[in-house]
C-alpha cells in the first residue's frame, strides 16, 4: 500500500476532458495542471488566472475565451484556435504554439519567452502574425517575444509599446504604423523591414541591423 501511494504521489492522476464541451464555462482560476484538453471547446470560456500549465490544449477551440492572468507554460497549443481571445498577462513560457490561430487576440504583457512554433529550433514562431493576410492591428503591448521569428509578419498598426523583441527576427516585417513606442529592439534584424509611419519614440535600437528598411516617415 505504501509503495502504492508513493507511486500515485509521484505520478498524479491527470484531469481527462479531451473533445469535452466546455463553452462558456467558467473555469476561472481552476487547477488543470496537466490536464488532457485536446479537442476541447472552449470557446468563450472564462479561464482567467487558470492554471493550465503543462496541459494538452491541442487542436482546442478557444476563440474569444478569457485567459487573462492563466498559466500557459509548457502548455501544448499545437493547431489551438485561440482567435480573440484575451491572453492579456498570460505566461507562455515554454508553450508549444504550431500552427495555433491568434488572430485579433489580446497578448499585452504576455510572456512567450521559450515558446515554440513550426520551427522547433527557433525560440518562438507566432503563426497567427507570421503568416500574412491574416488579420493585423494585432495586440501585443509589453508582450516577451525575445528572440521570436517574425520574418515577414504582418504587423501593420500593431501595437507593441513596451513590448520586448531583442534578437527577433523581423526581416521583411511590416511595421507600418506601429506602434513601437519604448519597445526593446535590440539586436533585432529589421533589413528589408516596412516601417513607414511606425512611431519609435524611446525604442532601444541598440546594434539594430536596419539595412534596406524603408523607413520613411518614421516618427
Known sequence: MEGRDSEEEKDPVRIKLSD???????????DLAGADLSGADLAGANLAGADLSGANLSGAHLTRADLTEANLSEADLTEANLSAASLADAN????????AQLARADLTNADFSGAEGRDQESPVVLEAVREPGLPTAANLAGADLRGAD?????LSAANLAGANLSGADMTEADLSA?????????RVDLSNAELAASDLSGAN????????ADDTPVR
Open 92 to 99: 507562455l513560457a515554454g508553450a508549444d504554439l504550431s500552427q
Open 20 to 30: 469535452a464541451y466546455l463553452s462558456r464555462a467558467d473555469l476561472a482560476g481552476a
Open 205 to 212: 535600437l541598440s546594434e539594430a541591423n536596419l539595412s534596406k
Open 150 to 154: 517574425l520574418s515577414g509578419a504582418d
Open 178 to 186: 506601429a506602434d513601437l513606442t519604448e519597445a526593446n529592439l535590440a
